[in-house]
């Protein structure tokens, strides 16, 4: 009289019974970025930008280590002198190019 073995338990884990392990994000270090404007980074600003071929808020905030706000007036500042003209008004983004002082 042979005992009928019993069947081995059924593997829930596929290939492989331990638990995936999921990879910890980089996490991106805070920007230290400007917030108020102070001689030298606005002699900064009225030397550097009009001479930038494309001039949008983003670009102010990653070239010159200044906050969005600051990029704004900025460039409100710079166009009200007449530095720089717009090409582009969109409600979210506006862009800009130097003021050429040629006719067109």
Do not use: C
Not at 16 to 44: E, I
């Amino acid at each position: 009289m042979a005992k009928a073995k019993a069947a081995p338990p059924p593997s829930s884990g596929g290939k492989s019974a331990k638990k995936k392990k999921w990879s910890k994000g980089k996490v991106k270090d805070k920007a230290q970025h400007a917030v108020a404007v102070d001689k030298p980074l606005f002699d900064r600003i009225m030397k550097e930008v009009p001479g930038f071929k494309f001039i949008s808020q983003s670009i102010l905030i990653e070239r010159l280590k200044v906050n969005g706000s600051l990029a704004r007036v900025a460039i409100r500042h710079l166009e009200k002198e007449g530095h720089i003209k717009r090409i582009v008004h969109h409600s979210a983004q506006l862009i800009y190019t130097r003021a050429t002082t040629g006719t067109d």
